[in-house]
T-cell receptor
Framework: GQQLNQSPQSMFIQEGEDVSMNCTSS?????WLWYKQDPGEGPVLLIA?????ELTSNGRLTAQFGITRKDSFLNISASIPSDVGIYFC????????????FGTGTRLTIIP | DVKVTQSSRYLVKRTGEKVFLECVQD?????MFWYRQDPGLGLRLIYF???????EKGDIPEGYSVSREKKERFSLILESASTNQTSMYLC?????????FGPGTRLTVL
């Protein structure tokens, strides 16, 4: 099955730094989603994007739906300790069913 | 508060055992999903169901089956567990923009 290329695989940053991660696909998606998974929990939806070029914010998080429909970006500004976790992108391809394709995840660690 | 619950957080089974993982949602969603999560591979879809008694194979259905007898309950079955099925299993319900996940079941097959 298809998987999305997500990078970086892991990040070690200091509290207060900004974070950027991205996802790329060889095929077009009509919806992009970003999830966060805390340790020992299931993923929780952070941001949903529905139109090419769309830029959406949720507090310190900003995500963009790439113009080509083949990529998406997530930025976190002024990171705090509770940002630690694994971030997943997910896309739904054209075709109308409800399946999502997930990225491989970016593990964020904050160094005190 | 919306909820997806999974029957066990941790499970240890022996090779060859039949394993049932249960998932229940209280949101009246039609769609339910089973994923497995492995380091470096992200979430991979095993099976999904879009209605009672309806199921479709995901990307990695081999070695698994599912059952959906009631709308709120979706079960994942490992007919004969193998060590390569050691993984984190996540259940979800909803649609594209509202997939809600359970806390996961970490299954170890010895």
């Amino acid at each position: 099955g298809q998987q999305l290329n997500q990078s970086p695989q892991s990040m070690f940053i200091q509290e207060g730094e900004d974070v950027s991660m991205n996802c790329t696909s060889s095929s077009i998606f009509n919806t992009w989603l970003w999830y966060k998974q805390d340790p020992g929990e299931g993923p929780v939806l952070l941001i949903a994007l529905y139109k090419a070029g769309e830029l959406t914010s949720n507090g310190r998080l900003t995500a963009q739906f790439g113009i080509t429909r083949k990529d998406s970006f997530l930025n976190i500004s002024a990171s705090i300790p509770s940002d630690v976790g694994i971030y997943f992108c997910a896309g739904q391809s054209l075709g109308g069913n409800e399946k999502l394709t997930f990225g491989t995840g970016t593990r964020l660690t904050i160094i005190p | 508060d919306v909820k997806v619950t999974q029957s066990s957080r941790y499970l240890v089974k022996r090779t060859g055992e039949k394993v049932f993982l249960e998932c229940v949602q209280d949101m009246d969603h039609e769609n339910m999903f089973w994923y497995r999560q492995d380091p470096g591979l992200g979430l991979r879809l095993i099976y999904f169901s879009y209605d009672v008694k309806m199921k479709e194979k995901g990307d990695i259905p081999e070695g698994y089956s599912v059952s959906r007898e009631k709308k709120e309950r979706f079960s994942l079955i490992l007919e004969s567990a193998s060590t390569n099925q050691t993984s984190m299993y996540l259940c979800a319900s909803g649609g594209v923009d509202e997939q809600f996940f359970g806390p996961g079941t970490r299954l170890t097959v010895l």
